[in-house]
Every structure is written in C-alpha cells, then in structure tokens.
C-alpha cells in the first residue's frame, strides 16, 4: 500500500468549452480517477473486466458507477492546476459512496464538490463488497 494524497492535474485545452471554462462533466471524470488514485492506495487494481486484484489476490466482481453528481461552485480554465481529493462517505453491503472536492492547486480555493456512488457487481447482479476490500478500505 502507498499514501493516498489525492490527484493533481492540469487542465488541457480539450478539457473546456467554447467559453474557456473547464466542460462539466471532466469534473466526474476527474473524479472518478482520483477514487481510482485511492482505491490503488489501498491495495485495490481493477485488473480486467469482472476481476479485482487485492493484495496480487484476485477477487470476482468490480464496481460500477451507480449514481453521480456535481456542484462547481467557481469555474476552473485552460492551464489551471487542480487537486482532486475523495474520502469514503459511507459503506454498505453492496454499496460505496465517495465525496470528492476540486481544488485550485496554488490556493486551495474550492472550485467544485461531488459525490459518486459504487455498486459492486458480479456479471449482471449487485452483490456484497467481499470482505477482504471492506477491510482495506476501512484501514
């Protein structure tokens, strides 16, 4: 396992409209990387489709996004330097949701919040989050 510190990017020119401001939805998908950043922190690949390594073990199943949303409280541009950052906001069975924030990475002043919800899956069906990555995200 590593230090989890969050993700630091830069926005590039593709990442915004025609107004010069970052497009809405690369904030989800910033987001959903950075949670990728944690979940690697604690030990957890998503090697294949349907396959979740811990600890060089492989585990049946992954998770999939459920439910997404996002506040952009100050709009971020071309060149800016952000740091996204989640933490686990809750823990159920079947269910893990993550609230991530999108810092300006030379201020700290909060530019967007938001939330994703994970369901993990084996095949087609919800099932329970195996123990062994409830353990790793609870440490």
């Excluded at 906001?89 to 967007?112: C, G, H, P, Q």
């Amino acid at each position: 396992m590593r230090s989890y510190e969050g993700t630091t990017i830069r926005v590039r020119f593709h990442d915004t409209d025609h107004s010069g401001r970052v497009y809405f939805s690369n904030y989800v998908n910033w987001m959903d990387d950075d949670i990728t950043e944690f979940f690697r922190s604690k030990g957890i690949v998503f090697a294949d489709i349907q396959k979740t390594i811990v600890d060089s073990e492989s585990v049946e199943g992954t998770f999939v996004i459920g439910e997404f949303s996002c506040r952009i409280h100050a709009p971020s541009k071309f060149d800016d330097i952000l740091k996204i950052k989640s933490k686990v906001a809750e823990l159920r069975a079947k269910v893990i949701r993550f609230e991530s924030e999108v810092l300006d990475a030379n201020t700290d002043a909060r530019l967007a919040t938001g939330s994703i919800t994970y369901i993990w899956v084996i095949g087609k069906s919800s099932a329970p989050i195996p123990e062994q990555i409830v353990k790793r995200l609870q440490s």
